[in-house]
Every structure is written in structure tokens, then in C-alpha cells.
DNA sequence: ACAATATCCTGCGAGC
DNA sequence: TGCTCGCAGGATATTG
């Protein structure tokens, strides 16, 4: 499940490879990813695209391309972006083929079909409704604790939820959000109102901390999740809670607990993280 | 206006 | 062994 660290180095590790390549013929086995335009569309305004440049924001990728396009993809759950010879098999699942001048593919894999991508002209970017709604990215100036705490200053909601809410801040899915509250030592269900001023500054630090230690380590893979190589991440060796359900925690040896949270299964330390 | 819930999808593991 | 069932969770539409 692909959230800011493992968008991220999806991204790096295609800017290697695919900046500077033409789209030399798309190949749609299942078009249900495709957003807008239409698939015979999108089909024929990619071909002969040159790829610009790649920018990411969220959990969303941004290919620029040529003649002021733009391909905005987001991975959701299962999707991958992967740079593979043309010559290899097609793996099961592979959606989306554009194929390159270099001999090689950019193939998009995804088991669940969740990911979307909308081509667009870059003047349409501005007031695209899925960028435009996003919150600060956490890894830049914009996002500060005085501007963290104004924005949530009358918020009811618990921790967790506003963690995963992408217009608070881009970027953060469940398993970022169970390990920077577990850093932080807060209970998921810890009610904003309730939080201390020291709270807002270690919960501001954490946020910046674990997604760059995320992205140090190429992400995580807990399931699926590969980058445009096909590697594997790394962060998943160091999780502290999140899938450890029943383990005894790093830190304090009581046994990690599991329960819902808006909907979502999260996973903390009862002695770390106790309810306030 | 805001917040919680249902929805899309496939693979996998638990339980019988 | 083979079946069913529940769960996994991104954003978005819908409901409360």
C-alpha cells in the first residue's frame, strides 16, 4: 500500500530511467484504471509523449510530458509502476502498457484495479480537484506546527483519523500513521482537543521523522509493493507496531494490541501509547 | 459544515 | 482437501 515514502522512491527510481523516453505505442489490456479522457483518448494523445519530468505530491505521481501534458497516477493499494524489458512475459495483472524508444516498458501492474490515472493539459493541474484538495506536504516549509496546530485547532476528531485525512497532510496512509503515533507515544484514539502544546511539537516532528526514515529505507513492503525496479522496500524490518499484532513491543515488552479505528485496523502499545 | 460509513477489487488465511 | 467468509485499505460518493 503505496503512501509518501514508497510514492517517493517509486518516483526516484523511475526519474533514472524513463526521463527523456518516448511513448512509442500504449497497450491497454484492462482500461478500468483510466480515468479521463476516454481510453481510445488516452490511448492516442500518449504516443510520441516524451516524459519531461516526474514530481509527486501526496500519495499521487505527476509524469510531465510533452506538448504540456500530464499523467497524474496515484498507486493506491496494489498498484505498481514498473520499467521492464518489452521482450520479458506480461505478469498476471499488468493493466497498462506504454511502451518506450529505449526497448523497454513502463507497465502498470495492480492486483486490486484501485488505481486511477488522469491525463491532463498541465493548465488543467491547477484546479485538478484531487491535487487542488490535498493537504501541506510534511517534507516541506509549508508545513509547520503553528500552521499543523491552526488547522486542527477545533477539531473533535480522534489522532489517528486526522493523520490519515490527505487534506490535514499529504502522504500519510495506515501504516505511517500507527508508527508515528506509536513514536510519538499517543493512543490512536487520543481526542485533538485533549493534546498538550508538547504534544503538537513531538507529534510535528515524528510526522517529519518517520516518513523520512521511510523513504531512507525505500518504503515498506508488507504485502505487494515494489518500486519502478521492482525492488523491494526496506521499512518493514524496522515497523514497530504495525502488522505486530500479539508481539511483545521494542520498547517496553507489553504485547502490541490490534482494534479499529475509523474503519481501519491499527495497531499500537498499550503501555506506550495508553488512553489518555 | 462536518464526520462517519459504504464502495470499488483480488488474494489470502482461518475455520470447518 | 476444498469450500466459504472476512479482511486488507486508497480516495470518493453517499449518508448521517
Same mark, same amino acid.
Given at each position: 500500500m503505496p503512501e509518501l515514502p514508497e510514492v517517493e522512491t517509486v518516483k526516484r527510481s523511475l526519474q533514472k530511467k524513463i526521463i527523456g523516453k518516448k511513448i512509442i505505442r500504449v497497450l491497454i489490456?484492462?482500461?478500468?484504471?483510466?480515468?479521463? !479522457?476516454?481510453m481510445e483518448m488516452f490511448r492516442l494523445s500518449l504516443?510520441? @509523449?516524451?516524459?519531461e519530468d516526474i514530481d509527486r505530491r501526496g500519495k499521487f505521481l505527476i509524469f510531465y510530458l510533452s506538448e504540456e501534458m500530464a499523467l497524474v497516477v496515484h498507486l493506491r493499494m496494489t498498484g505498481q509502476l514498473v520499467y521492464t524489458e518489452s521482450e520479458l512475459p506480461l505478469e498476471k495483472h499488468t493493466h497498462l502498457i506504454f511502451r518506450?524508444?529505449?526497448?523497454m516498458d513502463l507497465r502498470y501492474l495492480d492486483i486490486r484495479k484501485f488505481g486511477t490515472f488522469d491525463l491532463l493539459s498541465r493548465e488543467k493541474l491547477s484546479n485538478f480537484k484531487s491535487l487542488n484538495q490535498l493537504g501541506p506536504e !510534511?517534507?516541506?516549509?509549508?508545513?509547520t506546527v503553528e500552521k499543523m496546530r491552526e488547522s486542527i485547532s477545533k477539531s473533535e476528531r480522534v489522532i489517528k483519523n486526522l493523520l490519515m485525512d490527505q487534506t490535514f497532510v499529504a502522504g500519510i496512509g495506515n501504516i505511517y500513521a500507527d508508527e508515528i503515533l506509536f513514536e510519538v507515544g499517543?493512543?490512536?484514539?487520543?481526542?485533538?482537543?485533549?493534546?498538550s502544546e508538547k504534544d503538537f511539537y513531538s507529534l510535528h516532528e515524528a510526522i517529519v521523522a518517520i516518513l523520512n526514515l521511510g523513504i531512507s529505507h525505500r518504503?515498506?513492503?508488507?504485502?505487494n509493493y515494489v518500486d519502478g525496479d521492482g525492488r523491494q522496500g526496506q521499512f518493514q524490518e524496522l515497523? @514497530?507496531?504495525?502488522?505486530? @499484532?500479539?508481539n511483545l513491543c521494542s520498547r517496553c515488552e507489553a504485547e502490541i494490541q490490534k482494534i479499529k479505528v475509523g474503519g481501519r485496523g491499527t495497531y499500537y502499545c498499550p503501555k506506550c501509547q495508553p488512553k489518555a
Amino acid at each position: 500500500m503505496p503512501e509518501l515514502p514508497e510514492v517517493e522512491t517509486v518516483k526516484r527510481s523511475l526519474q533514472k530511467k524513463i526521463i527523456g523516453k518516448k511513448i512509442i505505442r500504449v497497450l491497454i489490456n484492462y482500461g478500468g484504471n483510466i480515468r479521463q !479522457p476516454g481510453m481510445e483518448m488516452f490511448r492516442l494523445s500518449l504516443v510520441d @509523449k516524451v516524459f519531461e519530468d516526474i514530481d509527486r505530491r501526496g500519495k499521487f505521481l505527476i509524469f510531465y510530458l510533452s506538448e504540456e501534458m500530464a499523467l497524474v497516477v496515484h498507486l493506491r493499494m496494489t498498484g505498481q509502476l514498473v520499467y521492464t524489458e518489452s521482450e520479458l512475459p506480461l505478469e498476471k495483472h499488468t493493466h497498462l502498457i506504454f511502451r518506450l524508444n529505449d526497448g523497454m516498458d513502463l507497465r502498470y501492474l495492480d492486483i486490486r484495479k484501485f488505481g486511477t490515472f488522469d491525463l491532463l493539459s498541465r493548465e488543467k493541474l491547477s484546479n485538478f480537484k484531487s491535487l487542488n484538495q490535498l493537504g501541506p506536504e !510534511p517534507l516541506s516549509e509549508d508545513f509547520t506546527v503553528e500552521k499543523m496546530r491552526e488547522s486542527i485547532s477545533k477539531s473533535e476528531r480522534v489522532i489517528k483519523n486526522l493523520l490519515m485525512d490527505q487534506t490535514f497532510v499529504a502522504g500519510i496512509g495506515n501504516i505511517y500513521a500507527d508508527e508515528i503515533l506509536f513514536e510519538v507515544g499517543l493512543h490512536p484514539e487520543t481526542n485533538i482537543q485533549s493534546l498538550s502544546e508538547k504534544d503538537f511539537y513531538s507529534l510535528h516532528e515524528a510526522i517529519v521523522a518517520i516518513l523520512n526514515l521511510g523513504i531512507s529505507h525505500r518504503g515498506t513492503t508488507f504485502r505487494n509493493y515494489v518500486d519502478g525496479d521492482g525492488r523491494q522496500g526496506q521499512f518493514q524490518e524496522l515497523l @514497530k507496531v504495525y502488522g505486530r @499484532k500479539g508481539n511483545l513491543c521494542s520498547r517496553c515488552e507489553a504485547e502490541i494490541q490490534k482494534i479499529k479505528v475509523g474503519g481501519r485496523g491499527t495497531y499500537y502499545c498499550p503501555k506506550c501509547q495508553p488512553k489518555a
